[in-house]
């Protein structure tokens, strides 16, 4: 199954990815990575199926899908 993986250090919390999962799974994390942003992540990946929205939506490239 596919499964994102999010660069943490790179994202800038620009919630782009969190507007077009088709899912809802992406969301904004508590803490803060090196730059001072909440970083996104996916709530669960085992849901994921994989579109590869939020990767094509990331203006900084935080985003991976592994297939």
């Known amino acids: 199954?596919?499964?994102?993986?999010?660069?943490?250090?790179r994202c800038k919390a620009c919630e782009?990815?969190?507007v077009v999962c088709p899912k809802k799974l992406i969301f904004?994390?508590?803490r803060f990575n090196t730059k001072g942003y909440n970083p996104a992540t996916v709530r669960d990946v085992d849901k994921c199926v994989g579109c590869?929205?939020?990767a094509k939506m990331c203006p900084d490239v935080?985003?991976?899908?592994?297939?």
Do not use: D, R
């Not at 199954?1 to 660069?7: A, D, L, N, S």
């Not at 935080?62 to 297939?67: A, C, L």
């Open 1 to 9: 199954m596919p499964k994102p993986i999010f660069h943490q250090e």
């Open 16 to 18: 782009l990815c969190t």
């Open 28 to 30: 904004l994390e508590t």
């Open 52 to 54: 590869a929205a939020c």
């Open 62 to 67: 935080v985003i991976e899908i592994e297939k």
